[in-house]
């Protein structure tokens, strides 16, 4: 897992180093060094900000955590994401810029819907899995989560 390191002092954000994000990945990590002003917040939500170079849109992805370190959500079409973090009532951060490199599919969208035909096979899939009793094996599949992450509350005993 590929960990983009950013420094905090006085609320400004910095990425460390020189790092660069693939775009369309889902494994980097920020690792956030907080100074002291940020003892106080247990919880915390780091904000990614965006733009498809495409459409011209702007996206932007809260994810809340503890610690210092949190996974990025992946981005696409973009050559930079802005990384930035608040909490309490409210304590905010600037953004630190980091550089993205472009990836294969960036050329077609990342959200299109499936067509008809391949949804209804899903959507049958998932059906038959459910109805044998273990529903927690359906959501698995559909997550693509290892089976020991699932907990029993939704149908797979560990």
């Known amino acids: 897992m590929p960990d983009i390191h950013i420094t905090v002092r006085d609320r400004i954000a910095q990425a460390d180093g020189d790092p660069e994000i693939v775009c369309g990945n889902s494994d980097y990590t920020a690792v956030f060094d907080f100074d002291a002003e940020w003892d106080a917040f247990r919880v915390k939500t780091v904000r990614a900000v965006w733009q498809d170079l495409v459409t011209r849109q702007f996206f932007h992805a809260d994810t809340l955590f503890t610690g210092n370190t949190v996974l990025l959500p992946p981005v696409w079409r973009t050559c930079q994401v802005l990384i930035g973090v ?73």
């Open 86 to 158: 608040y909490a309490g009532d409210i304590r905010t951060t600037t953004a630190a810029r980091v550089p993205c490199a472009g990836c294969i599919t960036d050329s077609e969208p990342h959200h299109d819907d499936p067509d008809d035909a391949l949804y209804r096979q899903l959507l049958e899939y998932l059906r038959k899995i459910a109805v044998t009793g273990r529903p927690g094996k359906a959501l698995m599949l559909a997550v693509n989560v290892p089976v020991s992450c699932v907990p029993e509350c939704i149908g797979e005993p560990s």
